[in-house]
């Protein structure tokens, strides 16, 4: 098998309270695809333009001192049990990051009945590195990307300009920790300054281009452009208008484009819940489908995404949840680091027919497993 790319990486997460919607604000804004969000020491690596997925590395060859360890977790098992997966890693909580991650996913392809691995890396549980181990295995339900398009257009040099002020502005607003930011509009404004005036510019920009957006982000060949169209149609004014285009755009091959994607869904799906006169047909499929993603980072945006749609308890995409990705959102109920459990947790919940006081209940008295056993339909309730 051919060396793989290094895919460890690195980023810093958002706190909440355990049903928090950010229906009104963010108290952490997630930087767009292109732009490497500072870390605590010692990773200070800044990516360039280029680097599509908003991550910092934590593995380099190059490196004097490997991160530790903190916290190792798992998702996608189901016949290879945790036992075989921990022999075949080669190291354990407390231990180095491995010098070659590409290799760690070589050996642990090569497990019978594994069909792809992922490892990624995550911060932070009480300061502790989290290391998610994910596995595909042969015949398991699989997230279905769409084929890289092959074309050559481009979008306007200004426009692309302006992303990349964007792209300098936001790191430099996560470096001195203005971060908070409002979802409000269907759209993020930042509190900072300079971001948000580069910001205010995008839905002018957008109205102005949109065709040529909507172009590159289905044809493009280049996954850089493709994200930054990604990345501007959320700003639309008519959001009624690019729901489509976005939810075409979270199949997309380059996970950058996700990214964007589904962050500016995010948005889209705060404002329609606060204007429910406002056209916006949101879709959850693909979102439901992520669930079952190689990808961490593919999961977490669609939990993030799924909290809002199924705030209404419709009852046919709860039936979705169930049906398509149960499995997943219960392993990852159990995950270790309880900030990345809660919200499977909260789907969990929904998918068993639990009111929210009720989920909060058993969060609060550490009993997951009375509600995983609710929504598996065992007979077991959460009291």
Not at 271 to 289: C, H, M, Q, V
Not at 302 to 320: F, P, S, V, Y
Request: hydrophobic share 40%; glycine share 8%.
């Amino acid at each position: 098998m051919g060396g793989r790319a290094s895919k460890v990486c690195m980023r810093p997460l958002s706190t909440g309270s355990l049903l928090l919607l950010a229906l009104a604000r963010v108290g952490l804004a997630q930087a767009p695809a292109g732009v490497s969000v500072p870390t605590p020491p010692p990773a200070k690596t800044r990516a360039g333009a280029k680097q599509v997925p908003a991550v910092v590395p934590v593995v380099s060859s190059l490196a004097p001192t490997l991160p530790t360890v903190g916290v190792i977790d798992f998702y996608g098992l189901n016949k290879v049990t945790r036992d075989r997966i921990q022999r075949t890693l080669g190291f354990k909580e407390g231990d180095p990051f491995p010098p070659s991650k590409a290799n760690v996913e070589e050996r642990l392809d090569e497990i019978p009945g594994v069909v792809e691995s992922h490892l990624e890396a995550v911060c932070c549980d009480e300061g502790k590195i989290v290391l998610y181990v994910g596995i595909e295995e042969r015949g398991a339900v699989h997230f279905d990307l769409r084929e890289a398009p092959e074309g050559e257009m481009t979008l306007p040099p200004d426009i692309t300009a302006l992303y990349r002020r964007y792209f300098d502005a936001f790191e430099d607003a996560v470096r001195h920790g203005s971060t908070d930011e409002d979802l409000t509009h269907g759209h993020s404004l930042m509190a900072d300054p300079l971001v948000r005036e580069i910001q205010l510019q995008f839905p002018a920009l957008t109205e102005a281009h949109l065709g040529e957006l909507r172009n590159v982000l289905r044809n493009s060949g280049d996954e850089e452009q493709r994200a930054i169209a990604a990345f501007l149609i959320g700003y639309a004014p008519r959001k009624d208008q690019v729901a489509e285009d976005l939810q075409f755009a979270l199949r997309d091959a380059d996970p950058g484009v996700r990214a964007n994607t589904a962050r500016a869904i995010v948005a889209l799906a705060v404002y329609a819940r606060l204007n429910p006169d406002s056209g916006i047909k949101l879709e959850p499929t693909w979102f439901i489908e992520m669930l079952n993603s190689l990808s961490w980072s593919d999961r977490e945006r669609a939990l993030k995404a799924l909290q809002i749609l199924t705030d209404n308890r419709d009852a046919t995409m709860l039936g979705q949840l169930h049906n398509r990705a149960l499995p997943a959102l219960v392993e990852m109920s159990r995950w270790k680091t309880l900030e990345h459990a809660l919200p499977a947790f909260l789907l969990t919940g929904r998918v068993a027919g639990l009111s929210e006081q009720q989920i909060q209940d058993a969060w609060t008295r550490g009993d997951r497993e009375s509600v995983i056993a609710a929504a598996l339909g065992n007979g077991k309730k959460a009291r």
